[in-house]
């Protein structure tokens, strides 16, 4: 079980790695000039020389901040996005059990106590600020993917990921839902903080948000912990819409043109307001997935009527 512990996390970090490198060579594309090129071939040591550079650099230590949290902040949070990879259904089965979503709900919660611990600790107002409008935001949108989500556990009448895979076996969840569907990636977009929802770190008003204070180690902690769930994200949206056939090479496949979205949409979207932001939340995807609640109790009802 611990060698299966350290290969899953080694995985993990390699493919947030590279995923790095995906991002600054799509960014780059899009914006017609080359991207990283002179690590390695084609850059591709690029994400390793970063990593080098980000750990040995010199870790601030801000005058008056509570430093045990300060410091500890960062890692919980890296600990925390680790830890969301223990609910993938996997084939030894010391792993899948059968509240994986509540396992997964309860953990992405958490992450919310991080963020505001780490933007108080620093002592700084711009830290704050930053850590109140992130932690506002994730909240927020928890309530929406939580809501959209019950839809589907409604249909499928289990709270196991595994359960997915076997009830898109003749047809995606993608097509039964398409609007629950894009409001989730919608969704996901503002629970990781990204482009166009990345308020938490505003450059223009906040100077880089809750983590303005961190760099070095912290700063890498952080960054690490935000692509790990962006890589997250990706692998539920292929397991819940796009079929969850993660015995396929396939299932790969979705999860990378998945994270190829999360850039696309930062390379072209520019950031949307903040009102606005709580507005889709709260006076939108709120009563269109209540709406669809209470459609897909209908159609749930209607399959087992015509079962019996």
Not at 53 to 62: A, G, Y
Not at 147 to 157: E, G, K, P, T, V
Not at 250 to 264: A, C, E, Q
Not at 281 to 293: G, H
Request: include cysteine; glycine fraction near 6%.
């Amino acid at each position: 079980m611990f060698m299966i512990l350290i290969l899953l996390f080694l995985g993990v970090m390699v493919a947030v790695a590279f995923l790095t490198l995906m991002e600054r060579k799509i960014l780059g594309y899009i914006q017609i000039r080359k991207g990283p090129n002179k690590v390695g071939y084609m850059g591709i040591l690029q994400p390793f020389g970063d990593a080098i550079k980000l750990f040995s650099k010199e870790h601030i230590f801000p005058f008056m901040s509570n430093m045990l949290i300060y410091l500890l902040s960062p890692l919980f949070n890296l600990f925390l996005s680790l830890s969301l990879w223990l609910s993938v259904p996997m084939y030894c089965y010391m792993f899948n059990f059968n509240f994986s979503i509540l396992y997964f709900f309860c953990i992405s919660s958490l992450s919310v106590y991080t963020i505001m611990m780490s933007g108080w600790a620093s002592n700084s107002n711009y830290s704050l600020l930053g850590s109140l409008r992130s932690v506002a935001q994730t909240i927020s949108y928890e309530v929406s993917m939580f809501l959209i989500l019950l839809s589907f556990l409604i249909l499928i009448l289990s709270l196991n990921l595994y359960d997915f895979l076997n009830m898109q076996k003749f047809v995606w969840f993608i097509f039964l839902n398409l609007p629950l569907s894009l409001m989730w990636f919608v969704s996901s977009l503002a629970e990781t903080n990204r482009t166009p929802f990345d308020f938490a770190e505003g450059e223009s008003e906040l100077v880089s948000g809750f983590n303005v204070e961190y760099s070095g180690v912290g700063f890498a902690f952080i960054f690490m912990a935000e692509y790990s769930n962006i890589l997250f994200m990706s692998m539920i949206i292929s397991l819940i819409y796009l079929g969850g056939d993660f015995n396929s090479f396939g299932f790969f496949l979705k999860i990378l043109f998945i994270s190829f979205l999360w850039v696309w949409v930062r390379g072209t979207l520019p950031r949307y307001r903040y009102d606005k932001l709580m507005y889709l939340s709260w006076k939108l995807f709120l009563p269109v997935s209540l709406n669809f609640l209470l459609f897909n109790m209908g159609l749930s009802i209607m399959i087992m009527v015509l079962i019996i």
